[in-house]
């Protein structure tokens, strides 16, 4: 099946540093991939799409200079939180799908990154 | 635009017992539906899905049927073990909405011995 595998699974960094979380598709390639984030006990908000060879697409209220996504590779897609904070804890999952599978199919995740900022 | 209305919880059932999630959505488009399942401190997985009218998307135990007239996908299974206990998430997705997926509240469930 397709795994999507997400690094690290989590981080502790001081507030004013920034941290990067990695996206990997092991076995497929996937054009299109989504970060949402995860407050304790609530579904999941969708953050942006990332997409291979573009710029990503953000949601209203994410803001794109603190949430830095970069899709450089059709398996890879980074999320960097710039000059984090402790409201930035969280728990950040992605997700994506491979790119022959069509559009209303199932998603796969990665493990998810807990981020503490301290 | 899509949306899904997933039963409040948290749940808790003693092991054995019988579980209902209850799930409705609203869609533009003629999506297909899923169960996702997420253990503490982990990532989502499919549980099931479903992706036309009548199907029954069925997986351990677990099964929920499309029900194109009541906009519903309930999740059902007849006995639950301790090791069920997780968030549960309902969603959808269409060719609409380039490939982003709608997701329910989460439904937490506890499985007491």
């Known amino acids: 099946g397709a795994v999507v595998s997400q690094h690290p699974s989590w981080v502790i960094c001081k507030s004013g540093t920034s941290v990067k979380i990695e996206c990997r598709s092991l076995d497929f390639q996937a054009t299109t991939m989504f970060w949402y984030r995860q407050f304790p006990k609530q579904s999941l908000m969708l953050m942006a799409t990332s997409n291979e060879g573009s710029k990503a697409t953000y949601e209203q209220g994410v803001e794109k200079d603190k949430f830095l996504i970069n899709h450089a590779s059709l398996t890879l897609s980074t999320l960097t939180v710039t000059s984090a904070h402790p409201e930035d804890s969280s728990f950040y999952i992605c997700?994506?799908?491979?790119?022959?599978?069509?559009?209303?199919?199932?998603?796969?995740f990665g493990q998810g990154t807990r981020l503490t900022v301290v | 635009g899509n949306s899904v209305t997933q039963m409040e919880g948290p749940v808790t059932l003693s092991e054995e017992a019988f579980l209902t999630i209850n799930c409705t959505y609203t869609?533009?488009?003629?999506?297909?539906l899923f169960w996702y399942v997420q253990y503490p401190g982990e990532g989502l997985q499919l549980l099931l899905k479903?992706?036309?009218?009548?199907d029954k998307g069925s997986n351990k135990g677990f099964e929920a049927t499309y029900r194109k007239e009541t906009t519903s996908f309930h999740l059902e299974k007849g006995s639950v073990q301790v090791s069920d206990s997780a968030v549960y998430f309902c969603a959808l997705s269409d060719l609409t909405n380039a490939g982003k997926s709608t997701f329910g509240d989460g439904t937490t469930l506890t499985v007491k011995p």
């Open positions: 479903a992706t036309k009218a009548d």
């Open positions: 869609a533009t488009g003629y999506p297909s």
């Open positions: 997700s994506a799908r491979p790119d022959e599978y069509p559009l209303n199919t199932e998603a796969f």
